[in-house]
């Protein structure tokens, strides 16, 4: 994958304050697919390469970056959960989301072949989308914390028997060499990832939709959720997203983060939300943006 300078200019022309002179604060290594979203967003810009989620936020948290760019979910391999309790722990407002299609490809030293492969090294979300690929092999599998990472660590290390599952932008970077291209189970793999950031994007297109994104308690009863969900329902407001995290120190009692199709700063989505939170022991909007592929990102949102 190559990212050209019009990629993240289509971007920035319509919202200004996504600019080069930014600092993004990502999971992952220089090719990882954390970065390559970002830098379809922001360019050139100063990137903070982390090891892990929790390290992202504290770089928010510490104002070390302006901007912090996730993943939440993909389309194969499921939700990350624990990055849900970190958008709810970190208070820092969404402020959009990326839908980028996922190329997943085989990758080793040069000159090795495929049947010589006996290791295979990636991240879990990366190894989740290529199951099928993966049980034709008679193969350990490694779990790292990145997926260029990995590519990296097998350059610097004198294996020939190991593989890894990543971009294509990191064999170029590190150079490796790609045994076998595109082996996600489904080629209709997209993830989703969020910015975040105290700066807001205001949006000057009233006719683009927003999502908001809620976190939220309900009473410990029978028909506690439904009754809420079913006021959603009768304001015509279409949940895309709902995922459930416990509640620590109420075992088997759950918290739960909705995504609605919504604008929570319309004099509509305010009046829903406040009628909603009458439904809810607590509830906290963690943002409500737009789809920032629809701002000229080539890896569109999938229909």
Not at 9 to 25: D, E, F, G, H, N
Not at 222 to 249: D, M, Y
Not at 266 to 295: I, Q, T
């Amino acid at each position: 994958m190559t990212i050209s300078d019009t990629d993240s200019a289509a971007v920035q022309a319509r919202y200004p304050q996504l600019t080069a002179a930014s600092t993004i604060s990502i999971q992952g290594q220089p090719g990882s697919f954390h970065h390559i979203g970002a830098r379809m967003l922001f360019g050139d810009a100063t990137y903070l390469y982390r090891d892990s989620f929790r390290e992202v936020f504290d770089d928010g948290k510490t104002g070390k970056a302006t901007h912090l760019f996730l993943a939440i979910e993909n389309s194969i391999a499921g939700s990350i959960i624990y990055n849900y309790d970190l958008l709810a722990a970190g208070k820092i407002p969404i402020v959009g989301e990326v839908y980028l299609r996922i190329g997943q490809h085989f990758i080793a030293r040069p000159g090795v072949t495929l049947d010589s492969i006996r290791e295979v090294w990636s991240h879990p979300m990366a190894i989740e989308q290529c199951r099928y690929f993966l049980d034709t092999l008679d193969v350990k599998i490694m779990e790292k914390e990145d997926t260029a990472g990995s590519v990296r660590d097998l350059r610097d290390s004198t294996r020939r028997d190991v593989a890894v599952i990543s971009s294509d932008l990191s064999a170029q970077i590190y150079g490796m060499n790609i045994l076998k291209p595109h082996i996600e189970t489904d080629p209709n793999n997209y993830t989703r990832f969020l910015l975040l950031s105290a700066r807001p994007l205001p949006e000057t297109d009233p006719t683009l939709t927003r999502k908001t994104s809620v976190y939220f308690g309900v009473q410990h009863r029978p028909g506690g959720l439904v009754t809420l969900l079913q006021e959603f329902l009768a304001r015509q407001v279409n949940i895309t997203k709902l995922e459930s995290r416990p509640r620590v120190g109420s075992p088997w009692v759950y918290d739960f983060f909705a995504d609605v199709e919504l604008d929570a700063f319309s004099d509509h989505g305010k009046a829903v939300l406040e009628h909603v939170r009458g439904y809810c022991e607590f509830m906290e909007v963690l943002g409500s943006y737009p789809d920032l592929s629809e701002s000229g990102v080539h890896s569109a949102k999938p229909q």
